[in-house]
């Protein structure tokens, strides 16, 4: 389970006021979720650093390790840099912290150098590994931090569909005649929908390549953007797979509202929605119901094996939304 970054660091704040905090910690998340925020709230709650001033010169006691290299890699002098700056005493109650954005670029000799450090951490030090690919982290590694996942910054954006697709579902239900058009058309409405959210999570993730592309072009190797290319035509696809899959949950919700107002029982996924649910319970009967909610989960078992999308989702809603 992903988690907002306000909600995770809250979760690492009570674990310090209880002394609880562990000693290292692999923050994942695509671009945007905001990892380096979270790792400069931590790094000032426990090092009493303005969090304007963690990743800067600034910073006293807090040691940074970003990909500098060519190749754009962390390098093992740079691991050796960072082991000597944690080694020395910290003052005033200050936690030592020690952060790696882009830890997934460790080169081999680094990790295993890193590896020792998590394996016997100096005293009064904390480490926090920044990864939007920690699949590409060694197992080893990873084994030894905590994981916090954070959710994408489309997270409040597919809120936002979400709700304009109950919208259309409630619309939806006033219609007195549900059809063969009628589902057709919104099958197309849905499709729109998802257009819609694929253009925005690739101008998303377009602007972040770009970034990169910016930041990088005269500092590193014409391989390793291409590598980023790759990177992010891979993260534009599975995010945009992320937030279609929130929208077929809906209409999951929207139906199972829909039985539940069947069998008279109170509890809502859409509370907001209650009414129009409701008006469809009787007109059609528990098991024209859960006939349309077995459809729904063959919709999802199909784009989950990349059935075509819009002739997966035209059959489906052939059947869901006619009467």
């Known amino acids: 389970m992903a988690f907002s970054r306000t909600t995770a660091f809250e979760y690492l704040r009570r674990a310090h006021e209880q002394n609880r905090l562990a000693h290292a910690y692999l923050i994942t998340g695509p671009p945007g979720s905001g990892k380096e925020t979270l790792a400069a709230h931590l790094a000032s709650l426990v090092n009493g650093t303005p969090v304007t001033d963690v990743f800067s010169a600034k910073a006293r006691e807090i040691s940074i390790a970003r990909p500098e290299s060519k190749s754009r890699r962390i390098v093992i002098e740079q691991i050796r840099e960072l082991e000597h700056a944690l080694q020395m005493r910290a003052v005033n109650s200050r936690r030592k912290v020690a952060i790696i954005p882009d830890a997934d670029r460790l080169q081999s000799a680094a990790a295993n150098a890193f590896l020792k450090t998590l394996e016997e951490p100096p005293n009064d030090s904390l480490l926090l590994l920044l990864s939007a690919l920690p699949e590409a982290l060694p197992d080893t590694i990873v084994s030894r931090c905590i994981t916090i996942p954070l959710a994408p910054d489309g997270q409040e954006q597919s809120k936002h569909e979400q709700e304009k697709l109950v919208k259309l579902l409630q619309h939806a239900s006033g219609e007195r005649s549900w059809s063969v058009q009628f589902a057709y058309g919104l099958a197309q409405e849905f499709q729109r929908l998802l257009r819609a959210l694929r253009e925005d999570v690739k101008r998303k993730t ?23 290319e790759e990177y992010y035509k891979a993260l534009t696809e599975s ?66 094996r990349n059935v075509h999308e819009a002739l997966a989702i035209e059959v489906a809603f052939l059947i869901i939304f006619t009467a």
Do not use: C, M
């Open 206 to 228: 377009d602007e972040a390549l770009k970034q990169e592309q910016a930041r990088y072009k005269d500092a590193t190797d014409g391989a390793w953007l291409e590598e980023r």
């Open 239 to 304: 995010l945009y797979l992320q937030r279609r899959a929130d929208l077929i949950e809906t209409l999951f919700a929207w139906w199972t509202d829909v039985l539940r107002a069947s069998k008279g029982v109170a509890q809502r996924n859409l509370p907001r929605a209650r009414e129009e649910t409701a008006a469809l319970a009787t007109p059609f009967g528990s098991a024209e119901i859960l006939k349309r909610i077995r459809s729904l989960e063959e919709l999802r078992d199909h784009l989950g």
